[in-house]
């Protein structure tokens, strides 16, 4: 079977009959034998939308000419056949007809390049967003929690799986860069505008990653400091040493300190709020204290280490009684080990544990924790003596009833 030379208007005739196969008896397909370019900025609007919606997710492969009918409705159908004709004459379109009753009926047609109909209407790729998607989701993060929280989008649709993908990367620079700040800092970081990071990206991003540890907040975080020193910033020196119990400095305004005179004794790092406040009130003279929130987030590990460059002393820390306690004070401790400087547990002895009027019984994630704090390392022998005091006794505490 051989196509046939092209007709006034340029079109070729292929016969599909063949004595083997009754199915073929009848049929015939036309295509245009040179294609021509299409101007369809010169279309009319009607044309134009309609040939919009046929291709939108249209392939290379046949689709039924009722098909298309039906898309364009019973107020468009002589548009319809218009429009196809002109497909036909420029070569965008093969038509596949069948001969009954006396006349050739349109049967099935195929597009034969939709991906550049597509770019001339200025159309997106159907499976554009699914091949970026595929694509994006190879990249490898240097943050074990970013890669987990990248590996969840799969479940969701392409588009929004960028979407957020988009956030992920954001946020490992955010990281690289040592930012911290709000959900609005962020926001114009990673998209240019302060309001473009949605309620339910929030929602997702707060229960996929521990945001407190890449410095995002619904505020600016604030470092709780009691110092005796006086520090130095663009425009002169603060005496810091006036102000009777603490002070809350945002982490950039750490970040300015320049120099700072009057180094104090020791650093006391106390973990829960009411019992900061009181230590702050009562200490020494010359002692600096600190309020430990928890697990130290990075956003104060970075801020302290910068009070350390400018006011290193060796430090005391308290935190609850119970094992998250000593896991904190652990962390905590690490930045004065990793600044040269020593550190010991204060006010974590059994004596203070048996001291409390009111404990708690241990969870099971309690006594996990209590294993792998044993094994992982040497713990300091106070808080050695305070983990066998709370396996024993099965209880914890806290730290407000005696601090």
């Known amino acids: 079977m051989d196509w046939s030379p092209p007709d006034g208007?340029?079109?070729?005739?292929?016969?599909?009959?063949?004595?083997?196969?009754?199915?073929?008896?009848?049929?015939?397909?036309?295509?245009?034998?040179?294609?021509?370019?299409?101007?369809?900025?010169?279309?009319?609007?009607?044309?134009?939308?309609?040939?919009?919606?046929?291709?939108?997710?249209?392939?290379?492969?046949?689709?039924?000419?009722?098909t298309l009918l039906r898309a364009a409705g019973p107020h468009r159908a002589m548009l319809a056949d218009r429009l196809l004709?002109?497909?036909?004459?420029?070569?965008?379109?093969?038509?596949?007809?069948?001969?009954?009753?006396?006349?050739?009926?349109?049967?099935?047609?195929?597009?034969?390049?939709?991906?550049?109909?597509?770019?001339?209407?200025?159309?997106?790729?159907?499976?554009?967003?699914?091949?970026?998607?595929?694509?994006?989701?190879?990249?490898?993060?240097?943050?074990p929690e970013l890669d987990l929280a990248a590996q969840a989008l799969d479940a969701l649709p392409p588009a929004r799986a960028l979407a957020r993908h988009g956030l992920l990367v954001a946020l490992e620079a955010w990281q690289e860069q040592q930012r911290s700040g709000t959900w609005r800092d962020f926001s114009h970081f990673a998209r240019g505008d302060t309001k473009q990071i949605s309620d339910a990206e929030k929602t997702w991003l707060s229960s996929a990653l521990s945001l407190d540890d890449f410095g995002i907040s619904d505020h600016t975080p604030l470092l709780l400091v009691r110092l005796p020193t006086s520090v130095a910033l663009s425009g002169g020196t603060w005496p810091m040493g006036l102000v009777p119990d603490f002070v809350?400095?945002?982490?950039?305004?750490?970040?300015?300190?320049?120099?700072?005179?009057?180094a104090p004794s020791a650093w006391r790092l106390v973990e829960n709020r009411t019992s900061f406040e009181r230590v702050a009130r009562a200490c020494g003279p010359a002692e600096a204290v600190l309020w430990l929130p928890g697990y130290p987030p990075s956003w104060w590990r970075r801020s302290v280490t910068r009070l350390l460059d400018l006011l290193p002393a060796p430090a005391w820390i308290a935190c609850d009684p119970d094992p998250d306690g000593i896991a904190i004070a652990l962390q905590a401790g690490q930045l004065w080990?990793?600044?040269?400087?020593?550190?010991?547990?204060?006010?974590?002895?059994?004596?203070?544990?048996?001291?409390?009027?009111?404990?708690?019984?241990?969870?099971?994630?309690d006594q996990s924790l209590l294993d792998r704090l044993e094994v992982e390392a040497?713990?300091?022998?106070?808080?050695?003596?305070?983990?066998?005091?709370?396996?024993?006794q099965q209880l914890k505490g806290e730290q407000e009833g005696y601090l």
Not at 36 to 53: F, I, K, S, V, Y
Not at 248 to 262: F, R, V
Not at 337 to 362: C, E, H, I, N, Y
């Open 337 to 365: 080990t990793a600044a040269g400087l020593v550190w010991q547990p204060w006010r974590m002895d059994p004596a203070d544990f048996d001291s409390l009027p009111a404990k708690r019984p241990l969870s099971g994630r």
């Open 378 to 392: 040497p713990l300091p022998p106070m808080l050695a003596a305070l983990a066998r005091t709370l396996r024993i």
């Open 85 to 143: 004709d002109l497909l036909l004459r420029a070569g965008a379109i093969e038509i596949e007809e069948r001969h009954e009753h006396g006349h050739w009926w349109p049967r099935q047609l195929r597009f034969l390049d939709p991906a550049a109909l597509r770019r001339v209407l200025g159309l997106p790729e159907p499976d554009a967003d699914k091949n970026r998607w595929d694509q994006a989701r190879q990249r490898c993060f240097t943050h």
């Open 248 to 262: 809350a400095l945002t982490p950039a305004t750490i970040n300015a300190m320049s120099a700072a005179t009057g």
């Open 9 to 66: 208007n340029g079109v070729c005739t292929l016969r599909l009959d063949d004595p083997l196969r009754a199915s073929l008896k009848g049929q015939r397909r036309l295509r245009r034998g040179a294609p021509q370019p299409l101007n369809l900025d010169a279309w009319p609007t009607d044309e134009r939308q309609l040939l919009a919606g046929w291709v939108k997710h249209a392939s290379d492969k046949a689709v039924r000419h009722d």
